[in-house]
Structure formats: structure tokens, C-alpha cells
């Protein structure tokens, strides 16, 4: 794999000028307004709790959800 991942940003418009998406609240913040808005932030507790309810579907034992850190210097 690459040592850090490949992100972007895109923009995309329909030629009738119509908005592609109208439910804003389902479209990610890039700042950090998420205490105004009463939203909690996503940290490792929150990566965690996803993780161990992913294993719980797939039938896989929670002790195997650990935490991982890639020094992106190496």
C-alpha cells in the first residue's frame, strides 16, 4: 500500500444548473463548527465504537479491534 492515502476534493454540477444534493445535512464539515451545532467531534472513541460494532456483524471476537498509528515520516 501507499504510505498516506490519496485524498481530493471535487466539485460536480448538473448541466440544467439543479443542485446534485439538497439535504446539507448529510454532507461532511470541513471546519470545526461541530461544537456550535451541538455535534460531537470523531476521535478514537468514536473509531473504536464503529470498529467493535463492525466486528460484532461479522462475527469476529472484539479483542482483535485494536488501535494502529502510521508515523507518516517513516
Known amino acids: 500500500g501507499e504510505s498516506l492515502p490519496r485524498w481530493t476534493f471535487s466539485l460536480y454540477w448538473?448541466?440544467?444548473?439543479?443542485?446534485?444534493w439538497s439535504?446539507?445535512?448529510l454532507i461532511a464539515r470541513?471546519?470545526?463548527d461541530a461544537d456550535e451545532a451541538g455535534?460531537?467531534?470523531v476521535g478514537p472513541k468514536q473509531a473504536e465504537g464503529l470498529l467493535t460494532a463492525i466486528?460484532?456483524?461479522l462475527g469476529i471476537d472484539n479483542t482483535m479491534v485494536s488501535e494502529a498509528?502510521?508515523?507518516?515520516?517513516?
Open 14 to 20: 448538473r448541466a440544467d444548473g439543479e443542485p446534485v
Open 23 to 25: 439535504d446539507a445535512s
Open 30 to 32: 470541513e471546519n470545526s
Open 39 to 41: 455535534e460531537a467531534d
Open 55 to 57: 466486528a460484532d456483524e
Open 69 to 74: 498509528y502510521e508515523d507518516p515520516a517513516e
